[in-house]
């Protein structure tokens, strides 16, 4: 008898609820995501934590996909660049990057995005470009767009602490 194993594992993917059955218990989430799911915006880089460009979401926290297992995630809600827009209105952190001009190449740009959501979510990067750098130095950008993308995360918490301060008015 051969050894086989599948698993079931459900989980939520930019708010829609999916059950998936794992033919293989290595399979990464980036590859769930990429290859199973169809969900390409998640970028692969290096595919060994290095770089960043797999960064999404997992119960709002920022993780680099290549190095989690699909399995682990059951349960999980997560979210990709693909969930971020609501409808024609982009997210505030997309936004901001067009307008400062945080891509060039744009490879990088999802895991940089997602990884810059999950920092606000934080709400520990303060005001100092520095510490965004450094808080965001897990996401590499071969095309040195590091400035623009500064800029970005410091506009979009602003406006995101400003629609919340509206929103608890
Ligand atoms: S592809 Fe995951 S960190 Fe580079
Ligand atoms: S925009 Fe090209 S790698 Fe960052």
Redesign the pocket.
Known sequence: MGYHMSLSIRLTINGQPRDVALDDPRVTLLDLLRERLHLTGTKKGCDRGQCGACTVLVDGRRINSCLALAASMDGAQITTIEGLADGETLHPVQATFIAHDG???????PG?IMSAVGLINEGRAGDDPERIRELMSGNI???G?YQGITEAVLEAQKILSDDEKRDAA
Request: charged share 10%.
């Open positions: 891509f060039q190449c744009g490879y990088c740009t940089q950008c071969r095309c767009a």
